[in-house]
């Protein structure tokens, strides 16, 4: 099976801009972005990172401004589809914690 390769016309390369000072946001579709940190430094202005462990108690919640929306990341035991999927035993039982 012969793939075409079309030529392109033009590439662009961006770069990430650093901030001396940032705003972490979340945004619901086109709503307003919600600050949820910042940086207090302009020499260290830090980062933001989330850390969930695999366990029932693992879970972040941003809710929107006015409490209709919410966003949800959150650890659950692996599907047995997803087990079959990976080939991995599926008769694994969820370790209690």
Same mark, same amino acid.
């Given at each position: 099976?012969?793939?075409?390769?079309?030529?392109?016309?033009? /590439?662009?390369?961006?770069?990430?801009?650093?901030?001396?000072?940032?705003?972490? /946001?979340?945004?619901?579709?086109?709503?307003?972005?919600? /600050?949820?940190?910042?940086?207090?430094?302009?020499?260290?202005?830090?980062?933001?990172?989330?850390?969930?462990?695999?366990?029932?108690?693992?879970?972040?919640?941003?809710?929107?401004?006015?409490?209709?929306?919410?966003?949800? /990341?959150?650890?659950?035991?692996?599907?047995?589809?997803?087990?079959?999927?990976?080939?991995?035993?599926?008769?694994?039982?969820?370790?209690?914690?």
């Amino acid at each position: 099976m012969e793939q075409e390769i079309k030529e392109t016309e033009e /590439v662009q390369i961006t770069t990430s801009k650093d901030y001396d000072l940032a705003e972490w /946001v979340c945004q619901f579709d086109d709503d307003e972005p919600i /600050v949820i940190a910042w940086s207090n430094s302009k020499e260290n202005p830090g980062e933001l990172s989330f850390t969930l462990k695999p366990n029932s108690d693992s879970n972040i919640i941003f809710r929107s401004a006015d409490g209709t929306k919410s966003f949800k /990341v959150f650890s659950r035991s692996m599907t047995k589809e997803k087990r079959d999927e990976l080939g991995l035993s599926s008769d694994t039982e969820e370790t209690p914690s």
